[in-house]
């Protein structure tokens, strides 16, 4: 097997956080599609190094502390590549076309409207995704989640899991409809409990268990795309399974010890770096972390981290409050 070819993509957000994209010119493989601007690496060149140059070659822009947003493996039929993504938030300059190309800034919700090539559809994930993700405690009241979500999105909160496994199925649903409506626009609901309910919640997302993952081996993505779908994993073999049903990301944990899985063995830092070498997925990292750990996360491949205690943003007992959206 040849080596792949290593490639570099920058997601590039200018003051009012828009998405620089590029027009691939029509003479070039995958012509008329659009990419994130970047392009290969040259032999010994450090990534970032790559970064730096092709951005002020294409664009005409000096970057400053471009940061890990994912990488990815894809096969074409004509070549392997292995793609470093970086994101850009910081440049000096005005990006143009200096190649002639046609360039454009979009807004992130705006990315699904573009047609890109195969690599760049799980990049267009994560530039979607926000680097948080929050998980509603167990044994509260309806009340007490209902509000506490409120009180997370006046915080900036823009992911939000419904966990609630101790609410009757018609309480859940009940606050489940609540919750769609107060996130409406604000932030993307993923709810989490049995499939068949999905037709009563058309506009939410949906986060399976790993028990669930492995029931539908084999099958069919149960969500269209379009519709978040995301997966609870624990291993590499549930991480496959994930990517086999095109899950849009998953979480991973735990990876430090938890106060509600205080017996299961925390996978720890190297392993879970391990795991995310092999995975073409967003991953946030879960169990044990809070927003002190966000930049250990992003700098082995996270997407972010995804916590439960650490960021419910009212006072829980035994748990420290961090308001971090």
């Given at each position: 097997m040849s080596k792949p070819v290593h490639v570099v993509a920058a997601v590039i957000r200018n003051a009012e956080q828009e998405i620089l994209l590029a027009l691939r010119p029509s003479n070039k493989h995958m012509g008329g599609l659009?990419?994130?601007?970047?392009?290969?690496?040259?032999f010994g060149e450090h990534p970032v190094q790559a970064l730096a140059r092709e951005l002020y070659e294409e664009l005409g822009i000096i970057?400053?502390?471009?940061?890990?947003?994912?990488?990815?493996?894809?096969?074409?039929?004509?070549?392997?590549?292995?793609?470093?993504?970086?994101?850009?938030?910081?440049?000096?300059?005005?990006?143009?076309?200096?190649?002639?190309?046609?360039?454009?800034?979009?807004?992130?919700?705006?990315?699904?409207?573009?047609?890109?090539?195969?690599?760049?559809?799980?990049?267009?994930?994560?530039a979607q995704l926000p680097k948080c993700y929050l998980i509603t405690p167990e044994q509260l009241s309806i009340e007490e989640l209902y509000e506490g979500v409120e009180q997370a999105l006046?915080?900036?909160c823009e992911l939000v899991q419904l966990r609630a496994e101790h609410l009757s199925e018609r309480e859940y649903k009940a606050l489940a409809a609540r919750l769609q409506r107060l996130?409406?626009?604000?932030?993307?609901?993923?709810?989490?409990?049995?499939?068949a309910w999905q037709d009563a919640f058309s506009d939410v997302g949906w986060h399976l268990t790993a028990q669930q993952l492995q029931a539908l081996q084999g099958q069919q993505r149960p969500l269209a795309h379009g519709r978040m779908l995301a997966a609870s994993c624990h291993n590499a073999e549930e991480l496959q399974w994930a990517a086999?049903?095109?899950?849009?990301?998953?979480?991973?944990?735990?990876?430090?010890p938890t106060?509600?899985?205080p017996n299961t063995v925390a996978l720890g830092w190297d392993a879970a770096q391990q795991l995310l070498l092999e995975c073409n997925m967003p991953v946030f990292l879960l169990g044990g972390l809070h927003i002190d750990h966000l930049h250990q996360a992003r700098s082995i491949g996270g997407q972010g981290v995804a916590g439960i205690r650490a960021f419910w943003p009212q006072p829980l007992s035994k748990s420290r409050k961090t308001s971090y959206f």
């Open positions: 659009w990419e994130f601007p970047g392009g290969k690496c040259e970057i400053d502390e471009p940061q890990p947003l994912i990488q990815v493996r894809h096969s074409y039929p004509d070549l392997d590549i292995l793609l470093d993504v970086y994101e850009v938030q910081r440049f000096t300059g005005q990006a143009y076309g200096a190649e002639g190309q046609t360039v454009r800034w979009v807004a992130a919700q705006d990315l699904t409207h573009y047609q890109f090539p195969a690599a760049n559809r799980t990049i267009v994930t994560a006046v915080e900036g996130c409406a626009g604000r932030a993307q609901l993923l709810l989490k409990g049995d499939l086999e049903l095109e899950v849009d990301f998953v979480t991973l944990s735990p990876v430090l106060q509600t899985h």
